[in-house]
């Protein structure tokens, strides 16, 4: 049907005869199947979808109507094109741009795409984005209409209204209303590219940090009645973003087994608590614990209280860079309504394990992130002096006798998980020895038959022949038909060539030389056997002819 469309529209034809065609768009439709319930496409992939979306994308321009076509399934199958723009395939990627263009280009269909920030066409393909992020610094939401082709649509042209803002909540994604219905148009300052809405109540306040939905709606100035928007009615994904702030912070040292902890340090945010020990750390001796708590709340308010959807202490060695996480454990705060505390109760006796019994200044750090964090929080709390008493681990070692090689060593990184048995995941052997070159070998060939049986097969086959020889001198040959001629010469010849290359063939040659050798044979033996045949089919009727007479 795309072929068939796409030749329709090069005819040229009348709009009454491509009325029937323009009718089966739909059908054409309803074949496609669905993906993630946004996309649209067809059976084989791009190649297959591009070729329909063109055909689909001239005809409807020919046709110069868009008249019961399901908007919806033409946004879905332009979806499945845009998402797929990159393509690295050169066929797919060319017909992936005819398609593109035919619906960029057409003065019937115009989808539109939605990209957010104030950023110049040129960053087009790099700037396009699902939703957007708002904080209390920046309240106003920034977006641009492109279309297909990455060409900028003016706001002289278009208007743009936001509808109600709607909040995400809970695993099953409900939709809950957000201040009001209506939030009215977005506007165009100083007659620029882009369109801006202010979502800040009229305190200047934003709504909670949260997952949103913002419904808003696309329309041209001018109306053409026989224009259709595609992408006009979206949810735009948005996310109220906030600073975190630790608060309250407490670290307390002691026997952790019985709960008493001798020396409780306030710490202060973003600066490195300092102790007795040296260079400054905070000593820990044998069979002493540690109990580390917080709060995380909003920086803007300091006290809206906040939950952070990772939050872990890392302890990394000055010398060798091994580094172990803990993950703090939340639990509810009863001096505060809806605030969570997080807590880290550390035996250092029972995870010396996991410390390999490596005894040395271990850098504490807090690392604590959210999707709704504006940044994530990485502070340098302490250095903490740490003392095991078991022995020290064959692998802490090894990596103390080389931890001057640099060449050794790799940096640990803020998503270093809690050390495996045997050598650390995050810090590396040093250089290895080559590994064994890898050799493509065939499969040897199979056990051939003994010869005797296979001298007795050829035998067998040959008895035909044979037959054919000694009915031969019983009948005699019949060589009143064969014609002394050039033709016939070159004909018998070839054939006999054709059979000695088969036996070669069989005892040397290669398939690919074979065949090089059969085409020289075989053109002028194939010529040569037709000029035979025609000669003795001329001789049968002129045969005939010569009796009558």
């Not at 995870?351 to 490596?358: K, R, T, V």
């Not at 010469?489 to 690919?512: E, N, Q």
Request: charge should be positive; include cysteine; aromatic fraction near 10%.
């Amino acid at each position: 049907m795309a072929y068939l469309f796409q030749t329709v529209v090069k005819l040229g034809l009348s709009k009454a005869f491509m009325k029937p065609f323009f009718d089966a768009i739909n059908d054409v439709l309803e074949q496609a199947d669905e993906l993630n319930g946004n996309q649209l496409f067809f059976e084989k992939g791009i190649y297959t979808t591009t070729m329909a979306s063109k055909g689909i994308a001239d005809l409807l321009n020919s046709y110069g109507e868009t008249g019961g076509i399901s908007e919806a399934k033409l946004t879905k199958l332009v979806n499945f094109l845009y998402v797929r723009r990159h393509s690295t395939n050169l066929r797919a990627a060319a017909h992936l741009v005819a398609a593109l263009k035919a619906f960029a280009q057409g003065q019937i269909i115009t989808p539109i795409s939605i990209a957010l920030g104030t950023q110049s066409a040129a960053n087009f393909v790099n700037m396009f984005a699902t939703g957007g992020a708002l904080h209390a610094v920046s309240p106003r939401l920034h977006l641009r209409l492109f279309d297909l082709w990455g060409e900028s649509l003016s706001p002289k042209k278009f208007t743009v209204k936001a509808a109600g803002l709607y909040a995400i909540r809970g695993p099953n994604k409900l939709r809950e209303l957000t201040g009001p219905e209506e939030r009215g148009l977005f506007s165009s300052p100083n007659d620029t590219s882009y369109f801006e809405l202010s979502l800040a109540y009229k305190d200047g306040s934003l709504p909670a940090p949260n997952w949103y939905e913002l419904e808003i709606t696309i329309q041209q100035k001018v109306n053409k009645t026989n224009t259709m928007l595609l992408g006009a009615n979206v949810q735009l994904p948005l996310r109220v973003l906030v600073h975190p702030k630790v608060v309250e912070p407490l670290l307390k040292i002691g026997d952790g087994a019985h709960d008493k902890y001798q020396t409780d340090i306030k710490l202060t945010p973003n600066s490195r608590a300092t102790g007795s020990g040296i260079s400054g750390s905070i000593p820990v001796e044998i069979g002493q614990g540690l109990l580390l708590s917080f709060r995380i709340v909003d920086n803007r308010t300091g006290e809206t209280p906040l939950t952070a959807h990772q939050a872990f202490v890392q302890f990394t060695h000055q010398e060798t860079g091994q580094s172990i996480t803990f993950i703090c454990h939340e639990s509810a705060a009863t001096e505060f309504a809806n605030a969570k505390v997080y807590q880290l109760n550390l035996d250092f006796e029972n995870s010396a394990e996991d410390f390999d019994n490596l005894d040395g200044i271990y850098k504490m750090e807090l690392l604590a992130g959210d999707s709704l964090f504006s940044k994530p929080i990485q502070w340098h709390m302490a250095d903490v002096n740490l003392h095991f008493g078991g022995p020290r681990g064959s692998d802490s070692t090894r990596r103390i006798a080389e931890a001057a090689d640099i060449s050794r060593q790799k940096s640990p990184t803020a998503a270093g998980m809690k050390r495996a048995n045997g050598l650390n995941p995050l810090v590396g052997t040093g250089p290895t020895k080559a590994k064994h070159s890898i050799e493509h070998v065939f499969r040897p060939p199979e056990r051939r038959a003994p010869r005797p049986l296979a001298w007795a097969f050829t035998a067998l086959c040959a008895l035909p022949l044979l037959g054919l020889l000694i009915s031969w001198s019983i009948i005699g040959f019949n060589l009143s038909n064969f014609r002394l001629s050039l033709s016939a010469i070159i004909f018998h010849t070839g054939f006999i060539a054709i059979l000695v290359l088969y036996c070669i063939y069989w005892f040397k040659l290669d398939m690919f030389t074979t065949l090089g050798y059969l085409g020289i044979l075989g053109v002028p033996t194939f010529l040569a056997g037709n000029s035979v045949l025609r000669a003795q089919l001329a001789a049968r009727q002129a045969l005939p002819r010569a009796n009558k007479k």
